[in-house]
């Protein structure tokens, strides 16, 4: 649970929002027009969900040793401790005083950017390799579903439905990331295929390259996307439930993601990155879907 926010006069600063959105478009997210969809205020507010995911996710991915990739993580711990603790506005950074703002105007969880935060840590500590079913669906929660359940607070999706939609349809996403990914994951050392998959294929070993070109690696993907599959189901019914608030965003992202992992399954779940290139949708589609979602207005259910 969140402590009590003290509502505080914050400056709504246009420079910041423009600061904030300017590193956003140059982040190239393939979901910049999706977000662009939204009111300005909320569109401010996804902005630097989205900038603060980057910060953190840069940190994991990039070239530091762990222990100063945990450092800087634990920085940002304290940063957010920082914009729930304190009654007066940030003075720190663009991003620091506009996620404040987003923090006041929308009642975000603080306990979603610690779950974000904690996925990273877990990328950071690693490299994963081969966790239990468990394990990965907690991270795929952490590094998915928790970025969701801030985002459809911006929505204002209702309460219960907007949390089962991020719940399932975060996994889904992630789980499409971990099945289409296989083979760049490997090269970083990384195994996102849960072991309970691959010892049921017959693959003793959790050497992520051994693993990535192993002959019944495909009997393990197959597996995983049926889990994929179930998510996406069950996201699709947690949007039809929700009868309030603009979810265009996340029906943009369940249609990409579908179109992607329905390709994926076409084609046997190879592994070249030929294969890759090929089921992966350019940015011309993605527009399209975007425009044919915008376009429909309230009316986005009929798009899903």
Request: aromatic share 6%.
């Amino acid at each position: 649970m969140n402590a009590p926010l003290v509502q505080i006069s914050a400056p709504d600063d246009k420079a910041d929002r423009i600061a904030i959105a300017r590193q956003v478009r140059s982040a190239g997210s393939s979901f910049y027009w999706a977000m662009r969809l939204m009111s300005p205020e909320r569109r401010a507010a996804l902005f630097a969900i989205y900038a603060f995911c980057r910060e953190v996710d840069d940190i994991a991915d990039g070239p530091l040793k762990n222990a100063e990739k945990k450092a800087q993580l634990a920085r940002w711990h304290d940063r957010i401790d920082a914009l729930y603790e304190s009654t007066t506005d940030p003075s720190g950074n663009a991003l620091d005083r506009v996620l404040k703002r987003s923090i006041m105007d929308y009642g975000l969880d603080k306990a979603d950017f610690i779950a974000v935060i904690r996925g990273m840590e877990m990328d950071a500590d690693g490299p994963i390799r081969a966790p239990s079913f468990e394990e990965l669906m907690d991270y795929c929660d952490c590094v998915a579903s928790a970025v969701g359940r801030l985002c459809v607070r911006v929505f204002g999706a209702p309460e219960l439905a907007g949390r089962t939609v991020s719940d399932h349809l975060g996994k889904a996403l992630q789980l499409t990331n971990i099945i289409r990914d296989v083979s760049e994951d490997a090269e970083m050392g990384r195994l996102y295929l849960p072991r309970d998959l691959l010892a049921k294929a017959g693959i003793k070993s959790t050497d992520p390259m051994t693993v990535a070109h192993a002959p019944h690696i495909g009997k393990v993907k197959q597996a995983l996307a049926k889990q994929a599959a179930e998510e996406f189901s069950k996201a699709e019914t947690a949007l039809r439930a929700c009868d309030c608030g603009d979810m265009r965003p996340a029906v943009i992202m369940m249609v990409v993601y579908r179109r992607i992992f329905e390709r994926m399954k076409k084609d046997g779940y190879q592994t070249r990155r030929q294969s890759k290139i090929k089921r992966a949708l350019d940015k011309a589609e993605k527009l399209w879907i975007a425009a044919k979602i915008a376009l429909g207005g309230r009316s986005w259910r009929a798009s899903i």
